[in-house]
């Protein structure tokens, strides 16, 4: 009996580790209907201060840590990189596009918006690299796609959420101010990070490995902010349960269709069966690592008239979801190996 304890113990203690990331995740969003203070219209100013320090100290360590011979080692071959790329910016947005029509009169057009800006968003780079080293996949090939899917976005991601933006709302939101914004916040700092990794590269390496924790923590931060935003400004009091279930059923749906819609083309493309694993995970998976401060920055330079926090649901869903499919996936692809 003392030995089945421990073992359940160990396993307990195992799983909190393992899932450490998603479960500050959820910390974060109660915390802000706790403590929202931080979202009241006097704080705001302040706190988006914060949050553009957080988008760029995001993407300075990962400059740091960006190791980029490593990643030229994936360049080959090419059509999984087209392959993955296509998923990530096009069918992924139109298989979106389709699943928001019916769900148009269920949700809001908050909530609807959130399902397009999760379609355009990037690739996962950590996870889905770690999912293909534990699948026995191509590591190379996915660290290479995931970085090229990440540096892609940075311009395609403001160019097709404006666009969306600007159809929405009937209002013509500029690019140019979100650009800039974007160059301050993630080109300058990335960029910088890329500077200090070639000149100084032990102690950058030594940073970096150091630091890995910075990045989760200023998207706790974003995440919260956000949330704390919204529970101020009232909205979700006039959010359903049944609306929140139905974002859930709907996210869920996508991410399987998604999953399954990749896995089968992706034999169609004659790859090797390592080289298929990481297409899978690149090509499926959704990066809120990326993506939230993107968003983030394109929200605050379009100065939308709509609670962003709504918009942020379907992604903050999406993480958890993907990780959770990704896991179970990996016994399965070993087993094909």
Same mark, same amino acid.
């Given at each position: 009996m003392v030995a089945f304890q421990t073992a359940l113990n160990d396993?307990?203690?195992?799983?909190?580790?393992? !899932? $450490?990331?998603?479960?500050?995740?959820?910390?974060?969003?109660?915390?802000?209907?706790?403590?929202? !203070?931080? %979202?009241?219209? =006097?704080?705001? $100013?302040?706190?988006?201060?914060?949050a553009d320090l957080s988008v760029a100290? +995001?993407?300075?360590?990962? %400059?740091?840590?960006?190791?980029?011979?490593?990643?030229?080692?994936?360049?080959?071959?090419?059509?999984l990189h087209v392959f993955v790329l296509g998923w990530n910016f096009i069918l992924f947005p139109a298989l979106a596009s389709l699943l928001n029509a019916p769900m148009s009169f &269920?949700? $809001?057009?908050?909530?609807?918006?959130?399902?397009?800006?999760?379609?355009?968003?990037?690739?996962?780079?950590?996870?889905?690299?770690?999912?293909?080293?534990?699948?026995?996949?191509?590591v190379p090939q996915a660290i290479f796609v995931?970085?090229?899917? =990440?540096?892609?976005?940075?311009? *395609?991601?403001?160019? *097709?959420?404006?666009?969306?933006?600007?159809?929405?709302?009937?209002?013509d939101v500029s690019l140019f101010p979100v650009l800039i914004k974007l160059c301050w916040l993630v080109l300058l700092p990335l960029a910088l990070g890329q500077c200090l990794r070639r000149s100084c590269r032990a102690w950058s390496i030594a940073v970096s490995q150091r630091a890995r924790w910075?990045?989760?923590?200023?998207? &706790?931060? +974003?995440?919260?902010?956000?949330?704390? !935003?919204?529970?101020?400004?009232?909205?979700?009091?006039?959010?359903?349960?049944g609306r929140l279930l139905t974002v859930l059923c709907g996210v869920l749906l996508?991410?399987?269709?998604?999953?399954?819609a990749v896995w089968r083309s992706s034999g169609l493309i004659n790859l090797g069966p390592g080289e298929r694993v990481a297409a899978f995970y690149a090509a499926s998976q959704k990066?809120?690592?990326?993506?939230?401060?993107?968003?983030?920055?394109?929200?605050?330079?379009?100065?939308?008239?709509?609670?962003?926090?709504?918009?942020?649901?379907?992604?903050?869903?999406?993480?958890? *979801?993907?990780l959770l499919l990704g896991g179970i996936l990996v016994p399965r692809f070993n087993e094909r190996a």
């Open positions: 396993e307990v203690i195992y799983w909190v580790r393992q !899932q $450490g990331f998603m479960l500050l995740l959820c910390a974060a969003v109660l915390m802000a209907f706790v403590w929202p !203070q931080p %979202g009241h219209a =006097n704080a705001v $100013g302040y706190a988006d201060l914060a100290l +995001i993407f300075f360590v990962q %400059g740091l840590s960006l190791a980029t011979k490593k990643m030229l080692a994936g360049s080959r071959p090419v059509r &269920l949700l $809001g057009q908050e909530l609807c918006m959130g399902f397009w800006m999760l379609a355009i968003l990037p690739t996962t780079i950590a996870s889905a690299t770690a999912l293909t080293a534990a699948s026995g996949g191509a995931s970085i090229l899917s =990440n540096l892609l976005a940075v311009l *395609l991601v403001p160019l *097709l959420a404006v666009a969306y933006l600007s159809h929405a709302s009937g209002a910075l990045p989760q923590v200023a998207i &706790l931060y +974003i995440v919260y902010l956000s949330f704390a !935003q919204t529970v101020s400004s009232g909205v979700l009091t006039t959010l359903s349960i996508l991410l399987l269709l998604v999953s399954g990066s809120i690592a990326t993506g939230l401060p993107l968003l983030t920055a394109v929200f605050a330079a379009a100065s939308l008239p709509w609670d962003t926090g709504l918009i942020l649901v379907p992604l903050i869903v999406y993480h958890p *979801l993907q």
